[in-house]
């Protein structure tokens, strides 16, 4: 992990849960991680986060910024490279959700869904590489679900615009490998695709049978779990590609 430190990463979605987790661990290892939330609340989330971490050899720096907005995206970056060089580790976490059929669905919430799950991600990476491509080596890993290569094993079909988002970043991700292979940038891209994992998502999206009481029954990952694939990830030598990662608890129903 020694080749990431003082490196510059960014994280999406960092205020809570697998983001926050991950931003955590990324500065223990001696990264400069800039968080991207949308709002102050989430900006002074990830300040209070970092203040109990003791003592590391990174620094956190949170960022109030709308990845479903261009102008927010364009500031953001431009100040990255000014202030940084660029970046270093892109690291695609933020996604929301909402319960429901798409056939039955609320039109103005697909469109919330859409701007951020896709063109965010889209956005975001189109960004970095700006910087990366400039780079002797540069990585992004997209935090993707196993909701992006088949559908869960759900009682009944719900939370399915996500789905079908996640579905996107699939696809997203094996066309980036493929762009990063035909222009030769040293620019690795992984999916990683966890099972079942215990964060906030399923309460915001509204999805009241996933629950505590169904985390305690069920085997599940946790946002620990992911962050520790993530650094595995991050810890391989730069000439192994690793496309895709789909993992899930020990006796999950998938």
């Known amino acids: 992990m020694e080749f990431w430190k003082n490196k510059v990463a960014i994280i999406t979605g960092a205020g809570q849960g697998i983001g926050a987790q991950i931003a955590e661990d990324l500065v223990k290892i001696g990264m400069t991680v800039i968080g991207f939330e949308p709002t102050e609340e989430k900006v002074h989330e990830m300040m209070d986060n970092a203040k109990h971490w003791g003592l590391v050899e990174g620094r956190m720096v949170p960022c109030k910024c709308d990845i479903s907005k261009e102008k927010d995206l364009i500031h953001a970056f431009d100040g990255i490279v000014t202030d940084y060089g660029g970046v270093d580790l892109l690291i695609n976490n933020a996604a929301i959700g909402k319960e429901g059929l798409i056939c039955t669905g609320d039109i103005s919430v697909f469109k919330d869904i859409i701007d951020v799950n ?78 079942m994992v215990r964060t906030g998502i399923f309460k915001t999206a509204g999805i009241k049978f996933i629950d505590n009481e169904f985390f305690d029954k069920n085997p599940h990952l946790t946002v620990k779990d992911i962050s520790s694939v993530v650094l595995k990830v991050l810890a391989l030598p730069h000439v192994l590609q690793v496309k895709e990662l789909m993992f899930h608890a020990l006796h999950e129903i998938y």
């Open 118 to 195: 896709i063109y965010g991600l889209m956005a975001c990476t189109r960004l970095a590489m700006a910087s990366m491509m400039k780079k002797d080596f540069a990585q992004i890993i997209n935090i993707n679900s196993i909701c992006g290569h088949y559908m869960p094993n759900f009682e009944k079909p719900t939370i399915n615009l996500y789905i079908a988002s996640k579905r996107s970043m699939t696809a997203f991700s094996n066309t980036i490998t493929e762009e990063c292979k035909l222009l030769k940038h040293k620019i690795k891209v992984t999916s990683v695709s966890p099972g």
